[in-house]
């Protein structure tokens, strides 16, 4: 019983093998036995305790040690419980767990080089120190005493994730301190002549940025020189130096990587020398100089970011990276620059082993390679002209990433946070059996002791837990930071060109495209001068923005409407965050921007609705159903249908820039278009209507709206008013009526009519009744009766025409039904048209064309009404819809497009023609769009004004110079449908 309590209050204590550590425990006296509280605190006890029991076997004083001085326990235990290779060092060694007495304060980089050298027997203070000892093997000695000590730092800080940067810091010192005193001993080796040269050891990656881990590769590249009289000469040959210094290089390179009894240290890798692995190992600062300047690879800039003279001639080393520097921030103008290192990191990526791909800290997505590479693209990018930003390490260069206004403060803190985070793990992987890895391991003991080592109470279920979230999240702004269109737009942009004088700006400005640099550089110094973070993220994005905006139709219009929008939303916290962030929503600005009027107007009434750029998806077009829903929710919550009818005309103008955005984008086509603005239109006229129905005194009758025209063809374009026909339903036995419902329903349409056509902030919506029952003189609204009597008696022909695009869209939808019923047994009628009907609409379609053209219009330029125009394909379809629909239900369609492939699916038009027909409609649409959106304001006819036909044909995809095309294609696509036109309507030929 007794045994059982033991293990059980051992397990307790966070031991697995209780029975073990019992068995262990059992010769210490009560007195040790109080060292258990600090031992179960350890990041593997038993680990720990095994460790401990082979060290009182070497020393039996040991414990009672450790009982006398618990801050040597605290961190003999932290150092044993966690490192397996460190504990197995100790009882090799057990002399070096003094280096763990004591309060353990960082020790400085000149100390632990002094501690390194005399280790070797090299005098600190000489110049160029020799060391007396040849083996090494001291030198390993006091570099392990100096990681003991940092280890235990390291594991005993309250905050592990705060102390992290420390730990690099000293763990980079001390491998400087290691390569001075190998270089020591490599010169001892190499003899006196070794004194007549010069050697440079150049620090790269992370020991160059002073973040090493506990077991990298120390990557360094070495620069060497003979030593020279005081006249310059050398005192010897150059190749003499060169040879003797890379013996030096070389055996320096095999003391540190050594195995023997004292243990060893790590490899040093100098594959990032010029050429690899296949290169010198050793050349002369004119040698680097000229293959820097002649034949180094992107890459290889990329690695001299972070090179620093770490050992030997630091002098030497100073001068090579000055000659370096300059290409260092040049990398980035380099052809394909981005592209090329984007594709390097998913090279890296692809080639991890299957196995480790969920699990690789390093060169895993969301791992510390896609901070590092975020950091050091932005630094490379922006660095060009921004000096502040040319730091080797990645967390200072972070924090000024930050401050500059290149990466959001919330993006930079949780960047940072994860970067320590992975750090963390990756030396406490590390540092179990100090090898190199990167790899979070599988075995939940592992996971245990890790997660313990950093102090979560469910240590295995935390950590990855933890793991997993800090992984996500890394990844997410490495795809936003490193794959930004953004950075890819300002690497193209040349150095000279972003250190522009006002005088070289305007030259600039003028190539690019713009009509006025003058007011374009106004424009610049308004957005970008000044020390806000808003005017320094400015300077990050215009250069980019001023290169979107001349690839589109309007550079000037483009940057004037940048800065109005963005003086309007620049104190908004979201704003130029999302612009710098949020993937191509910049570009996607400048393109709107720069080719839309209509589009502009749009956004800087309400230049909040620029949030929905931030993904394409965001551009799709809204179901009606939901615009309907919001539209009326914001309804009812006005007093008063003028309020509500402001608000549901607010929430249309966003919808129709959500749509001409898409167009401009290129993301919807124009029957896209067509459809998404009737929708935009039916939902707002449905909620108008019933606002100011119920905002009505007294008895209102139900009425529906049924859409004619191109709304009823669910073809509106931007220009377009709402065709309509307004009916109200029959009274109803028991239902409340007004006295006179047709005066009452009257009323509630035309202050409907008044309401959504009123001059404001919101574009006017003007609801057109002119194609109702007798036309302008008729009533504005009646009863489905009387509508019934009225088709029964009186119906056109042109009325009857009409009736082919009908569809009730809005309103009551009973009442709506109802009409349409009678309208479907009207509108298709039995045997088709007569011969009189069908003769009727000609005549009416050549008054149309005679006298509907404006005057001094030029018919081959007019998208509507000109030959080959939408005129010429609608009424082309709706006559043959007149004629066969009544037997063929396929054609019974209000849309043009839809109607007409069905005719040709049918035979009734043949294929060819067809096509060519739907070829012209969709052109003359698009042209009609496009001039819209362009100008801001409507009209059917191709400009004739040189610099808007341009703007227009480049709207529409053509290239730059190619609005001759334009007028080319239209007119071979319009004359090839007007052919058509009269043979299939007119009969001729």
Request: charged residues 25%; contains cysteine; hydrophobic residues 45%.
């Amino acid at each position: 019983m007794r045994i059982e309590t033991a293990q059980g209050a051992l397990a307790r204590r966070g031991f697995s093998d209780a029975a073990g550590a019992e068995r262990r425990l059992a010769p210490w006296s009560l007195h040790q036995l109080e060292l258990l509280g600090t031992i179960g605190q350890a990041a593997d006890p038993d680990l720990a305790l095994a460790t401990l029991d082979r060290l009182n076997d070497a020393d039996p004083a040991l414990l009672d040690r450790l009982v006398a001085d618990r801050q040597l326990c605290s961190h003999l235990v932290a150092v044993v419980g966690a490192s397996l290779a460190l504990g197995q060092h100790l009882v090799a060694h057990p002399e070096l767990v003094e280096a763990l007495t004591g309060r353990l304060t960082r020790t400085s980089a000149a100390d632990l080089r002094a501690e390194l050298l005399r280790a070797v027997g090299a005098d600190p203070e000489a110049s160029v120190p020799v060391a007396t000892d040849l083996v090494g093997d001291a030198m390993r000695l006091a570099y392990r005493a100096a990681l003991l000590r940092i280890a235990a730092r390291d594991l005993c800080a309250p905050e592990p994730i705060e102390a992290v940067d420390g730990v690099a810091d000293e763990l980079s010192d001390l491998a400087d301190a290691t390569l001075v005193a190998a270089l020591s001993i490599a010169r001892a080796k190499v003899g006196p002549e070794a004194l007549l040269t010069r050697l440079a050891v150049v620090a790269l990656g992370k020991t160059g940025a002073q973040e090493l881990n506990y077991l990298s590769d120390v990557d360094v590249l070495f620069v060497a020189e003979p030593v020279r009289d005081a006249d310059g000469e050398p005192l010897i040959p150059t190749d003499r130096a060169v040879s003797l210094t890379t013996r030096m290089a070389a055996e320096m390179t095999r003391i540190c990587s050594a195995h023997t009894a004292a243990g060893t240290i790590w490899e040093v890798d100098a594959a990032l020398r010029p050429e690899g692995k296949a290169g010198q190992l050793v050349r002369t600062l004119s040698s680097h100089a000229k293959y820097y300047s002649t034949w180094a690879k992107t890459w290889e800039f990329q690695a001299m970011l972070k090179a620093r003279p770490a050992a030997g001639d630091l002098a030497l080393g100073a001068e090579f990276v000055e000659v370096v520097t300059p290409y260092v921030w040049r990398a980035a103008e380099r052809e394909g620059f981005v592209h090329d290192t984007q594709a390097m990191r998913r090279r890296v990526v692809a080639h991890i082993p299957a196995r480790d791909a969920g699990r690789e800290l390093k060169l895993g997505e969301g791992g510390l390679r896609d901070v590092e590479f975020s950091v050091q693209m932005l630094q490379l990018v922006h660095g060009r002209v921004d000096e502040s930003l040319r730091v080797r390490a990645t967390l200072p260069a972070l924090k000024l990433l930050v401050e500059g206004g290149y990466v959001g403060r919330e993006d930079g803190k949780t960047l940072a946070l994860s970067y320590r985070f992975l750090r963390v793990l990756e030396h406490r992987i590390q540092l179990y059996r100090l090898r190199r890895t990167h790899v979070l391991p599988e075995a939940e003991e592992d996971l245990r002791r890790i997660g313990r080592s950093l102090g979560y109470p469910e240590p295995v279920a935390e950590l990855l837990s933890t793991w997993r979230h800090v992984a996500a999240g890394v990844r997410r702004l490495h795809e936003r930071l490193y794959y930004s269109p953004l950075l890819e737009a300002v690497a193209r942009i040349p150095t000279s060109e972003l250190r522009l004088t006002t005088r070289s700006a305007e030259d600039r400005l003028q190539a690019l495209g713009y009509d006025d640099p003058a007011a374009a550089l106004r424009h610049i110094a308004a957005l970008s001068q000044g020390v806000s973070r808003q005017a320094g993220i400015q300077r990050q994005l215009l250069p980019a923005m001023l290169g979107w905006f001349a690839e589109a139709p309007n550079p000037d219009a483009g940057l004037f409407a940048f800065r109005q929008v963005s003086e309007a939303l620049g104190s908004t916290p979201w704003y130029l965050r999302a612009l710098r962030d949020e993937g191509a929503m910049a570009e996607r600005l400048a393109r709107i921007l720069a080719s839309s009027r209509y589009a502009v107007s749009l956004l800087t009434r309400a230049p909040q609705t620029v949030q929905m750029l931030a993904s394409e998806s965001r551009l799709q077009p809204r179901p009606l159903a939901e615009i309907r829903s919001e539209m009326l929710s914001a309804a009812r919550r006005q007093s008063g249908s003028a309020a509500a009818v402001e608000a549901v005309r607010a929430i249309r103008r966003r919808e129709l820039f959500r749509v001409a955005a898409a167009d401009v984008l290129g993301e919807i086509d124009v029957l896209e278009v067509g459809e998404a603005l009737s929708d935009v239109t039916s939902a707002t006229i449905d909620a108008a209507l019933e606002t100011v129905r119920a905002d009505a005194d007294g008895a209102v009758p139900r009425i529906a709206v049924v859409a004619m025209g191109r709304w009823g063809g669910r073809e509106l374009s931007y220009a377009s008013d709402a065709d309509a026909m307004f009916v109200m339903a029959d009274p109803r036995d028991g239902e409340p009526s007004a006295e006179d419902p047709t005066k009452a329903a009257a009323a509630v349409i035309a202050q409907l009519r008044k309401l959504l056509s009123r001059p404001g902030a919101d574009p006017a919506l003007a609801v057109d009744a002119d194609l109702r029952p007798e036309g302008k003189g008729g009533a504005l609204i009646r009863s489905l009766a009387a509508y019934r009597n009225y088709y029964q008696r009186w119906s056109s022909t042109w009325e009857l025409q009409a009736l082919v695009r009908a569809d009730a869209l809005a309103g009551d939808p009973e009442v709506g039904a109802g009409l349409m019923a009678e309208i479907d047994r009207r509108r298709w009628p039995e045997d088709g048209l007569t011969d009189g009907q069908l003769v009727e609409i000609r005549k009416l379609k050549a008054r149309v064309e005679a006298e509907r053209l404006p005057r001094g219009a030029d018919p081959e330029r007019h998208t509507k009404l000109g030959p080959g125009g939408l005129a010429d394909v609608e009424w082309t379809v709706q006559t043959l819809q007149l004629q066969h629909a009544h037997r063929l239900p396929a054609l019974r369609s209000t849309q043009t497009i839809v109607a007409l492939r069905a005719l040709r699916d049918a035979g009734l038009v043949d294929p060819l023609d067809a096509g060519q027909l739907e070829e012209a409609w969709l052109l003359a649409s698009r042209i009609r769009n496009s001039i819209m959106l362009m100008r801001g304001r409507a009209s059917d006819s191709i400009p004739g004004d040189t610099r808007d036909l341009a703007s227009l044909a480049e709207l529409l995809g053509y290239g730059p110079g190619e609005s001759s095309h334009l007028l080319a294609d239209y007119r071979r696509v319009t004359r090839r449908a007007r052919a058509v036109v009269d043979r299939v309507f007119w009969g001729l030929g």
